[in-house]
């Protein structure tokens, strides 16, 4: 089965867990937002609080319902943050990622609301889903819709009209805002196109699956030690698995990410030969980190060239 240093790992896991469920306080003052003029905007965890803040400018205050630095997937609110969602112009959030804010929405804000995960990628001509509905093509993936620049160039766009028609006098500003934003976006996926493009290997096997939407653009294959929850507990049949292909496969690096515990991703990487490193889904930013989702996004894609054997 397994040798030490991953029985125990997996042992220390199952006794207390990978992380701490997340019970977030909002970054900014909603009832402050109002008194200024700005419009009142609620983003359920950072890369939606990013898009917004960066389409909405200084016409917007944003309001994010994850403290920094906090895992989101678990995220409950506190009766301040619900009141927050409900009294919002708008509130942008990812159905199915964090029950708690769609119940939230839900209840009093479903009106207001803009759930990203019916938005398509920035192409010509995209035209956003209806709600709930699903592309073929995105059937059976994760969540992390802004893995793929494309795909969050779409959120911005979507986001720019959702503004927009709160507050149609600034309309063609947030208009200018998203389309300064794709821009870069667009730089950032050309960037990963060429980075990604010749290297000797082309799987990456990480601590949990959110790296779905990343793998599919850049034509890479992911295999997860955990499903869509970071905290999720891995069975030891999936360990067994996810060891024997990485054996037989060369694999060279082991990723885990930086809002849980690296304890079962560094086990597992030490019971096959390789190297554990850190690969950001950047569900949320480390506070004080001066990071955001551009410098993150090409430190995970220099980790990637490094444990892909890129040339």
Not at 43 to 50: I, R, T, V
């Amino acid at each position: 089965m397994y040798s030490g240093p991953l029985r125990a790992a997996l042992t220390a896991l199952l006794a207390v867990g990978v992380a701490t469920a997340a019970t977030g306080c909002s970054s900014t003052d909603s009832s402050a937002a109002a008194a200024d003029g700005k419009l009142d905007v609620v983003a359920a965890f950072y890369p939606l609080q990013y898009v917004s803040q960066q389409v909405g400018g200084d016409r917007v205050s944003v309001t994010n319902l994850v403290e920094p630095g906090t895992e989101p997937h678990d995220l409950e609110l506190s009766p301040k943050q619900v009141a927050e969602v409900t009294d919002a112009d708008a509130v942008v959030y990812l159905r199915n990622f964090q029950p708690a804010v769609d119940d939230a929405v839900d209840g009093g804000a479903k009106d207001k609301s803009l759930d990203v995960a019916t938005v398509e990628p920035l192409k010509e001509g995209y035209v956003p889903l209806e709600e709930g509905e699903l592309h073929e093509d995105e059937k059976g993936k994760d969540p992390h819709v802004w893995l793929d620049p494309t795909r969050l160039a779409g959120i911005a766009d979507a986001v720019a009209k959702k503004l927009g028609a709160i507050d149609p006098d600034h309309a063609s500003e947030y208009t200018a805002n998203a389309k300064a934003l794709d821009t870069k976006l667009g730089t950032l996926d050309q960037e990963y196109k060429t980075g990604l493009a010749s290297c000797q290997e082309k799987t990456i096997v990480v601590s949990h699956n959110a790296f779905g939407y990343l793998a599919a653009r850049y034509g890479l294959t992911q295999v997860a030690i955990t499903g869509l929850t970071p905290e999720e507990e891995p069975s030891a049949a999936r360990l067994a698995e996810v060891a024997n292909y990485a054996k037989q496969n060369g694999v060279k690096v082991i990723f885990f990410e930086t809002l849980v515990s690296p304890k079962i991703a560094e086990a597992l990487a030490a019971e096959v030969g390789a190297k554990a490193e850190v690969l950001d889904p950047i569900e949320g930013i480390e506070k004080n980190s001066g990071d955001d989702y551009f410098s993150v996004m090409r430190t995970n894609l220099t980790t990637l060239r490094g444990a892909l054997q890129c040339q």
